[in-house]
């Protein structure tokens, strides 16, 4: 009896075999021709990978509403400017320290410009450029520190100037004329 089945399983096993051959060949001859042969591709075109971001200057979004045209543009809320041009591309961005008293949002024109002075914190200056002043008349502008401190200026006192780094401060210096457009958004 052991002889009888061991034959029989062999049996089974060689039409198994035959069965899995003959569906092998029957597939094979459904093949595609372009299946399993070389396809000949173009490769990707290289394209140079972008420089890592300019941590000085890094592009940030120019805030809605803030208008059309070369203008300067003061977020209250982000203590950022952007120095746009006469065709709305965004110049250079830069982070400031504002002063203890901020300016209202609307749209002010470069009143005086003053390559050096004192600041009304006591702080030697240089590039000011002022664009408005309170009722009480303070003035209120962007200006960069010679000593090239950014620090946060004392709460205890009203002060008006928005403080830049010196190259930014050149940089807007550069891109302002007298009455420039200014505009101050949240």
């Not at 198994?16 to 092998?24: D, K, N, P, S």
């Not at 609307?106 to 408005?132: I, Q």
Request: glycine letters at 12%; hydrophobic letters at 35%; charged letters at 20%.
């Amino acid at each position: 009896m052991a002889r009888s089945s061991s034959g029989f399983v062999a049996g089974l096993t060689a039409a198994a075999v035959a069965v899995v051959g003959f569906l092998a060949h029957q597939a094979s001859a459904h093949v595609p021709d372009s299946l399993g042969k070389p396809q000949v591709k173009t490769s990707p075109k290289a394209t140079p990978s972008k420089p890592p971001a300019d941590k000085k200057n890094p592009v940030l979004p120019l805030p809605g509403g803030s208008g059309t045209g070369e203008r300067v543009v003061y977020s209250v809320g982000d203590h950022r400017v952007w120095l746009v041009g006469a065709d709305d591309k965004v110049q250079r961005t830069f982070e400031v320290t504002p002063g203890t008293v901020s300016p209202l949002p609307g749209t002010y024109r470069v009143t005086n410009r003053n390559p050096g002075t004192t600041g009304s914190d006591g702080t030697r200056v240089e590039h000011l450029v002022l664009f408005t002043q309170t009722q009480q008349g303070l003035g209120i502008g962007f200006s960069a520190a010679v000593d090239g401190s950014t620090a946060a200026p004392d709460a205890s006192k009203k002060l008006g100037g928005i403080r830049e780094s010196r190259a930014d401060g050149a940089a807007m210096w550069e891109f302002t004329a007298h009455a420039q457009k200014v505009v101050v958004v949240q």
